[in-house]
């Protein structure tokens, strides 16, 4: 992955995050967490992953693994 920057987005009417790594063609898997999805390119890396129901979250910090559900597999963004 190169040096780009990391982009954050939020549109608080939809009540969604995006925090995107690296622009590029992915592929979108669930996590262990319905609120959280990945997208992840072809050597498996994480290119983004974004939060629906953001405003719902309150009582304990939201702290999941960056795993897609499927293959429970860890990726970390590199």
């Known amino acids: 992955m190169g040096k780009e920057a990391i982009r954050l987005w ?3 009417e939809a009540d969604f995050l ?3 790594f690296e622009k590029g ?3 979108a898997y669930d ?3 319905e609120r959280v999805e990945i997208r992840l ?3 498996g890396n994480v290119l983004s992953f974004h939060v629906l129901g953001l405003k719902s ?3 304990s910090p939201l702290n999941i693994e960056l795993i897609p559900k499927e293959t429970k597999q ?3 963004p590199s």
């Open 10 to 12: 939020y549109d608080s």
């Open 18 to 20: 995006e925090v995107v």
């Open 25 to 27: 063609k992915g592929v």
């Open 31 to 33: 996590t262990e967490d």
């Open 41 to 43: 390119d072809a050597d």
């Open 57 to 59: 979250i309150s009582g």
């Open 74 to 76: 860890p990726v970390h």
